[in-house]
């Protein structure tokens, strides 16, 4: 089973978009060179989906598990629970920064739409890899393949790295360095596997690249006339949500 494992989540990935049919095939690869780029930028996250599902159930995963975990992490009950929170960092980064009148490639709109698509594109794939394959967790328990926390974190970061990528770097980049990090610490937790991580991040990069590609419901934004209301995140141990500040 572990063979078809790249076929099947590529089929999976690819078949939504055969229904757009040869025209829009056709179109993708005559496009100009600003296109052909982005078309480029699929292959890493892809390669991180095929090497993941490569992985998964592999003598090499099953030893790092065991050069990390020799038992006594279950034992002693030893975790680290931030990967809970980290995961929503890069969501408070992006309107943070709209706050702070940082120059992003979207409307906070915008923003907040592809972020939804792009969260409930992956998160419905995640799920579906979770069912198919219902690969056991290191810990024992069940739906291990791909990890969810590390899919979700990932779209956060992407739609963050594409918002500000022409015009804020190091910023953009930063909420994969935080997402990065809550991949390690599933690991580390003992929550899933590394090619479990592997193929939520790849899911989590592709997804999202392809959202922003194709730009669903483009022209659909009410607020686009309205400077003065704007988004606040708010995270703490408790909860996590967003309001609306109206400036009057």
């Keep these: 089973m572990n063979y078809f494992k790249p076929f099947l989540l590529l089929a999976i990935l690819v078949l939504p978009y055969l229904a757009q049919g040869q025209q829009a095939l056709d179109t993708l690869v005559t496009q100009s060179n600003k296109n052909k780029l982005k078309i480029k930028e699929i292959i890493l996250p892809a390669s991180i989906i095929l090497v993941g599902s490569a992985l998964s159930g592999s003598r090499l995963e099953k030893k790092l598990k065991n050069s990390l975990h020799d038992g006594t992490v279950r034992e002693i009950g030893f975790t680290l629970p931030i990967d809970d929170i980290i995961q929503y960092v890069p969501i408070v980064e992006l309107y943070t920064a709209d706050l702070l009148k940082i120059k992003s490639k979207n ?29 056991q967790r290191p810990d024992g328990s069940n739906h291990a393949f791909p990890s969810g926390h590390t899919s979700f974190s990932f779209t956060n970061a992407s739609v963050l790295y594409e918002e500000f990528k022409d015009t804020a770097t190091i910023f953009a980049y930063s909420g994969y360095a935080l997402t990065s990090l809550v991949g390690s610490l599933r690991v580390v937790n003992n929550k899933h596997w590394i090619s479990d991580v592997l193929v939520g991040a790849g899911l989590g990069i592709l997804v999202t690249k392809l959202v922003y590609h194709f730009e669903p419901l483009k022209n659909w934004n009410p607020f686009k006339k309205y400077d003065n209301i704007i988004l606040i995140p708010n995270i703490n141990t408790q909860q996590i949500g967003m309001y609306f500040k109206v400036k009057f």
């Design 107 to 135: 409307h906070w709109f915008d923003q907040t739409k592809y972020l939804a698509i792009a969260n409930i594109i992956t998160a419905s794939l995640t799920h579906t890899g979770k069912r198919l394959f219902n690969k």
